[in-house]
Each structure stands twice: as structure tokens, then as C-alpha cells.
């Protein structure tokens, strides 16, 4: 692919990205095509000393490719972004200008870790991003995955709820959503096994919904009995596992070794 020609093609990506609605499937079909461009031009894993232009379009196609991936709620897809990316974060980052989508994804990418409980890459990624330590708290995008894994660890769940109301980007909800369910169903087994029922209300308020039609939702994929006209839910209690104890082998097997402590001796 001709470099014009890949620079008309982005241009196509960036009116489809930034439509209201974006257009998420004109998006894709720009994306395949303009990778297989820009490993055609040598730009996707750039080396030498290409024009500075082209590396721009080049780290822009990919960061348009990272929050598609997330709009379009593909996580695998992010991964390789990010990571296509790295090159232009790093490598060249004395080179080219800064981009006001880097940190936005850089937290992305700390959310993701979040979600799927790599608090040791967590820290790890932290810790080597490219700003003082002390400023870290400083910039909106990282603060609020560092927000994050505080009320995690502290099991603050009612904030990790409310940021999701203060992401300071569209896509940090669809994290914030995973981490919700992951917690949601941690305190629905703490409800299992605590309670025999609870009211309604109580219920949707310790599992954060917002209306009765999702809990009643929620009721019926884990398996829970709902009483409409007590307005409470029963939760079924699993029958507890007999356990049989092999007692006349392990009588045989005693005297058995009792026997051979009596050869030694």
C-alpha cells in the first residue's frame, strides 16, 4: 500500500472514529486494512530512521485500534494494540510528539490488569511508567486505576461502584462494569452461605442494582428462588457432602504398622 493511500485510508479511520455514533463497524474494516498497510511500509514495527509523519499516523491508526477494541468490548484485541504500541511509547518517544491518547490507554491497560486479578503486573506496570512517582496521583487517567485497586484491596466496594460515574474516559466503564461483576459475585456466595433469605431491597442494595428487574435477572442465573409476595429471596443451600470413612481399612492398616514398629524394635 502506497503511503498516500494510507494516509487517505486514515483519514476515512478518523471521521469514522470520531462520529457520534462512532461507527464501529466502518472502524474494523479501516483497521484490518490499514495494519496490513502499515506492515507493508515498514511502520507497524518501525526501525531505522523513518519520517516522522509516518510514525505519527502510524502510533495514531493503533490508538484508534485500542479504544475500537474496547468500544467493540474486545479485550484480546486491546492486548495487541497496546502492545503494537510499546515501540512508539518507548522507543520513540524522544522522537515523536505526545500523544493525548497515551495515558488514556496506559490506564486502560492498568483497569484490564485489575480486572483480571494481575496485581503483581499491576504494580509492575505502574512502577514503570514514564512519570515521577510523585505525580503519579497527579494525572486523572493513572489516578483513577490507582483509586481502584486501593478500594479493592481495602474491599471498599461502594466506591469502586461510584467512580464509575467519575472514569475520566468513556471506556473506563466497561472495566469498571467487569469489575463490578466480579465483585457482585464474590458478595452473592458471602450472601449464600450467610443467609437463608433476604428482602428485595436488601438485596439489590448489597449487590448494587439499580432497579428489581436486574436482581430478579441476577436471582434466576444463580439459581435463587424468588418470593414475589414476600418480596424476599430464598437462596438454595447446598446439601452438605457426606464423607465416608473407610474405618475398617484404616483399623488394618494401623495394626499393621504397629506390627512393623514391633519388628524394629
Not at 474496547?70 to 492486548?79: A, G, L
Amino acid at each position: 500500500m502506497a503511503r498516500p493511500q494510507l494516509a487517505a485510508m486514515y483519514q476515512e479511520l478518523q471521521r469514522a472514529f470520531t462520529a457520534r455514533p462512532c461507527d464501529l463497524q466502518t472502524c474494523g474494516v479501516l483497521l484490518a486494512k490499514l495494519k496490513i498497510g502499515l506492515v507493508e511500509t515498514g511502520l507497524l514495527v518501525p526501525h531505522g530512521n523513518p519520517h516522522l509523519e509516518d510514525l505519527v499516523i502510524a502510533r495514531d491508526i493503533l490508538e484508534v485500534g485500542a479504544f475500537w477494541s474496547i468500544r467493540s468490548k474486545n479485550i484480546p484485541s486491546f492486548d495487541r494494540y497496546f502492545s503494537q504500541l510499546q515501540t512508539f511509547y518507548n522507543d520513540y518517544s524522544s522522537v515523536l510528539p505526545p500523544s493525548p491518547r497515551e495515558y488514556p490507554i496506559r490506564g486502560l491497560n492498568l483497569i484490564r490488569l485489575l480486572t483480571q486479578n494481575r496485581i503483581a503486573d499491576f504494580h509492575t506496570t505502574l512502577e514503570s511508567l514514564p512519570l515521577p512517582a510523585d505525580s503519579l496521583t497527579a494525572n486523572p487517567y493513572i489516578s483513577h486505576p490507582i483509586n481502584l485497586e486501593r478500594w479493592l484491596m481495602e474491599g471498599s466496594y461502594s466506591k469502586v461502584w461510584n467512580a464509575r460515574e467519575e472514569a475520566p474516559a468513556e471506556e473506563y466503564k466497561f472495566f469498571v462494569d467487569s469489575l463490578m461483576g466480579t465483585i457482585r459475585n464474590e458478595i452473592a456466595s458471602c450472601e449464600e452461605a450467610a443467609y437463608e433469605s433476604l428482602p428485595l431491597k436488601d438485596a439489590a442494595t448489597l449487590l448494587f442494582f439499580k432497579s428489581q428487574s436486574e436482581l430478579l435477572s441476577y436471582a434466576q442465573q444463580r439459581g435463587w428462588q424468588v418470593d414475589l409476595t414476600a418480596a424476599k429471596i430464598i437462596f438454595a443451600k447446598k446439601g452438605e457432602e457426606k464423607v465416608e470413612i473407610p474405618q475398617e481399612k484404616l483399623i488394618a492398616a494401623n495394626l499393621s504398622y504397629a506390627r512393623e514398629l514391633e519388628q524394629i524394635v
